[in-house]
């Protein structure tokens, strides 16, 4: 295994059964996470960037099985955020500290390109120092090259699963595994900074769909990774399945971080959920991210993709002093920085 792992950080490429075999293997994950964290030290020093969240409706017209706000949710507490509301939330984030907005939500169809332009160049002339990042699901490439024109400078769309068959048992049939392909490799080529990633422990997965995992990355080159276990939520089909493994999320995240050395890869609000020590987990294991939530109080609550999310303690946007202590005491700093992603140098 040391030495799979060597050829992985050395030449940043291995074959599926490499994959399996480094995924599915027992051995000691500290090897790892040190090789990671040494990687992710050289390129991104101890610094941790922080993103403010902000959900901007839980309405979506998706179905996807594993999530709360699928359509067919009839119990999910729908919301919407209006203008105002975010343009409050973030001057408020600013004032934090915070150089990076995500507007995230369902696939709404309030969020039409004529009511996000107008948005985003609100935001992007009122804090000109910051990056904007989207998180708003599948879209035409006019789309997303017109809200890049706007002044979006990022977007997150994770494949989920990089197995066609998965991912049609993870979705309807009107959810297609090449629409999102698509779009991923449509907002690479219009120069969003990008972000794909997948759930660890989704129902029906496998050590093999996990390297078809890696093998996209390895050909996608985004530039950002969002890696996090499943969770179940209690009101959709996939109720009764066991969440993902922390362990095995810690993994992938470390994988990751010797795949892709530069990516930008957060410690996500669903590893937090599993374990209170989940966001210093992740930065342990390589991750260099964390996004504290930013949405208004009221509707945190609301938004949920799955049970038990945290959103109260170190993932509130407003308990940032925690986060930075929590931080330090692991010997990383959070850092007021846009924190974009670095070029490689050689
Ligand atoms: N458990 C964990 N992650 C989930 N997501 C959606 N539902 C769940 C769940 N039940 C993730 C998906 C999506 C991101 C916004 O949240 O990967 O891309």
Redesign the pocket.
């Known amino acids: 295994m040391k030495s799979l792992i060597q050829k992985l950080a050395d030449g940043r490429h291995l074959d599926q059964n490499e994959w399996v075999a480094l995924i599915a293997g027992d051995y000691d994950d500290q090897l790892l996470f040190d090789q990671a964290v040494a990687v992710r030290q050289r390129v991104y020093g101890r610094d941790v960037y922080i993103r403010g969240l902000i959900e901007l409706s839980n309405f979506c017209a998706n179905d ?1 099985y ?3 706000i699928r359509c067919s949710n009839a119990l999910a507490e729908r919301y919407r955020l209006t203008e105002e509301d975010i343009l409050a939330r973030c001057e408020a984030g600013y004032a934090l500290g915070f150089r990076t907005f995500v507007l ?1 939500g369902g696939e709404d169809g309030r969020d039409r390109d004529d009511y996000l332009i107008p948005l985003i160049q609100k935001i992007k002339s009122q804090w000109p120092d910051c990056a904007l990042t989207l ?1 708003l699901g599948e879209r035409s490439r006019e789309s997303y090259q017109a809200l890049y024109d706007a002044g979006a400078n990022r977007y997150l769309l ?1 494949h ?1 699963t990089a197995n066609a068959e998965h991912y049609a048992k993870l979705h309807p049939p009107f959810q297609h595994f090449e629409e999102r392909i698509r779009c991923l490799k449509d907002l690479l080529e219009i120069g969003f900074q990008t972000g794909s ?3 660890v422990g989704s129902p029906f997965q496998t050590p093999e769909f996990l390297a078809q995992d890696m093998l996209l990355l390895e050909e996608l080159q985004p530039q950002m990774v ?1 890696i ?6 209690h009101q ?1 089909p ?1 109720a009764e399945y066991p969440a993902g493994s922390l362990e095995l999320t810690l993994r992938m995240v470390a994988l990751t971080r010797l795949l892709l050395p530069q990516a930008l890869i957060p410690a996500t609000t ?1 590893l937090a959920t599993l374990d209170p020590q989940g966001r210093e987990r992740g930065i342990l294991a390589g991750a260099n991210v964390v996004m504290p939530n930013l949405s208004p109080a009221d509707v945190r609550k609301k938004y949920l ?2 049970d038990n999310k945290a959103c109260t303690g170190l993932e509130a946007a407003e308990a940032l002093d925690n986060l930075r202590n929590s931080m330090a005491a692991i010997g990383y700093q959070v850092v007021t920085d846009r924190g974009d992603w670095k070029k490689p140098t050689e």
Do not use: D, K, N, V
Not at 228 to 233: A, D, K, L, Q, R
């Open positions: 996807c594993y999530c709360g995230q998180s994770r989920e990633g997948f759930m969002g996090g276990p499943f969770i179940p939520h959709t996939f669903a993709l799955y």
